[in-house]
């Protein structure tokens, strides 16, 4: 992880809240999706994911694979990610951001370059674990070209 990489999903994790603010105007925090929901809702939907899967792709796949659910699986109580989580995910973004410019400035010493890499990993696992797991699969897929999530 680097910082360059950092700004990256910040920059998509604002994305993010914004998506997820105009789903929860339209069809409410808790809104379920079906097979006869209206195509926008759906589209909405979709695009929420493939901001996530781009947060996502931009991660260590080791940390992808070892996500923690430090704020539980909201996937399981309703089926988009809220405000709430959207705003939890840029604070985590924020935390990688420090760390980041911390190791990037103070690289010489290296007992706490291990624990700063160390924290990065965490970090990730953390954001990763705020993300659907269908975005996890998604971001995992290398059949997936990056350009394809960015264009959707």
């Not at 994305?15 to 759906?42: C, H, M, T």
């Not at 796949?61 to 923690?68: Q, R, S, V, Y």
């Not at 089926?79 to 604070?91: L, N, R, S």
């Not at 370059?113 to 990993?121: I, R």
Request: proline share 2%; hydrophobic share 40%.
């Amino acid at each position: 992880m680097d910082m360059n990489t950092a700004n990256q999903m910040m920059n998509e994790a604002g994305k993010l809240v914004e998506l997820s603010a105009i789903f929860q105007v339209n069809y409410g925090r808790g809104a379920q999706l079906k097979p006869g929901s209206p195509e926008d809702e759906w589209t909405l939907y979709n695009l929420i994911l493939n901001v996530q899967s781009r947060i996502a792709r931009m991660m260590d796949e080791t940390c992808l694979e070892a996500n923690h659910h430090k704020f539980g699986a909201w996937w399981k109580r309703q089926d988009v990610m809220d405000v709430a989580t959207a705003q939890a995910v840029i604070q985590e973004i924020g935390t990688l951001i420090a760390r980041c410019a911390y190791l990037q400035t103070d690289s010489e010493n290296m007992t706490q370059t291990e624990q700063l890499c160390y924290a990065l990993n965490v970090t990730q696992s953390t954001i990763a674990g705020m993300l659907h797991p269908a975005s996890l699969q998604i971001a995992a897929d290398k059949s997936i070209a990056f350009e394809e999530l960015k264009a959707s």
